[in-house]
């Protein structure tokens, strides 16, 4: 609904404050999806599961880039339109047939209602859920910066119009992504019945990739280059993106699961907001 009233935005403030309210919606369904997705599967397919998940998000960023071409063909009022209509119509979907999971265990099989107080107090007591709150942050300040400014660096870089550099560049991000989560997951599953650490590394080779692939993407200027980069950047965060949770879960409760996922998102989207607005002045100056 936000992104369809972003179509009959008038000026600067109302998009600012209508992607504001789309921040904080998105933010609502990611802590709570994988969560859901948590409950359903055991240590045997749960990296895969969340990985087939984030494919979504990566099909939906792809799929996003289209919308500066969509915008070159008509006007960028009518891709949000677009967009918007068929969000409202998916949710509709999902209210119908979206399911919870109910089990009864011995950790839940209990009157008490759960308290955020309490819960946070745990998650904020642990010194494991402070580690992987930084682990998430920090590769969080490249991940958004690249998915925020490749379009513009293609652009740039390779001398091309931005109704190009858009699909282009999130296209090459996505496909590698999608390729990643998959691989990622399932070479995480079959470690993790091996050695208890099997996700961690997993997501640390994940993360190592990423390093020299940022390297080529800032001092890249051929178009193989530049998209071969990218394409490794894509491929090594899609491994890290799909056992944040399945790590989450080896050391919190499922009770709290989705509450120190939405602390991990918020923490990294700071990072984000933080690296998107100062590579943006970088630029500027």
């Given amino acids: 609904a936000v992104t369809l009233a972003m179509g009959y935005a008038q000026n600067f403030t109302q998009l600012y404050w209508l992607r504001a309210i789309m921040g904080v919606s998105e933010a609502l369904y990611i802590p709570a999806g994988l969560a859901l997705i948590a409950d359903y599967h055991s240590d045997k397919t749960r990296s895969l599961a969340i990985g087939i998940h984030m494919t979504g998000l990566y099909m939906g960023q792809a799929l996003g880039g289209f919308g500066a071409t969509m915008a070159a063909a008509f ?52 010194i494991s859920f402070w580690i992987i709150l930084l682990y998430f942050a920090v590769p969080s300040l490249p991940g958004w910066g690249v998915k925020n400014w490749l379009p513009t660096l293609f652009a740039d870089s390779l001398h091309i119009d931005m109704s190009k550099a858009g699909p282009l560049s999130t296209i090459t991000i996505a496909a590698s992504s999608f390729i990643g989560v998959i691989f990622g997951g399932i070479l995480s599953d079959r470690w993790v019945q091996k050695n208890i650490r099997g996700r961690i590394y997993t997501s640390a080779i994940g ?79």
């Avoid at 979907?93 to 919870?100: A, C, N």
């Avoid at 051929?222 to 890290?240: D, E, H, K, P």
Wanted: charged letters at 10%; one cysteine or more.
């Fill in 75 to 126: 006007s960028w009022k009518t891709a949000f339109h677009s967009f918007g209509l068929i969000g409202i119509v998916y949710a509709v979907v999902l209210m119908v047939f979206l399911r919870e999971k109910k089990t009864i265990t011995a950790e839940n099989n209990t009157t008490e209602k759960p308290s955020v107080t309490k819960g946070l107090a745990l998650l904020f007591s642990n």
């Fill in 207 to 285: 993360l190592g990739l990423t390093i020299p692939a940022l390297l080529f993407i800032g001092f890249g200027s051929s178009l193989f280059s530049v998209i071969g980069a990218a394409f490794c950047f894509g491929f090594g965060y899609g491994m890290f993106d799909a056992n944040n949770m399945p790590i989450l879960c080896q050391f919190v409760s499922s009770k709290y699961r989705a509450t120190a996922y939405g602390l991990m998102n918020m923490t990294g989207v700071f990072a984000g907001a933080f690296i998107t607005d100062w590579l943006g002045k970088s630029t500027d100056a």
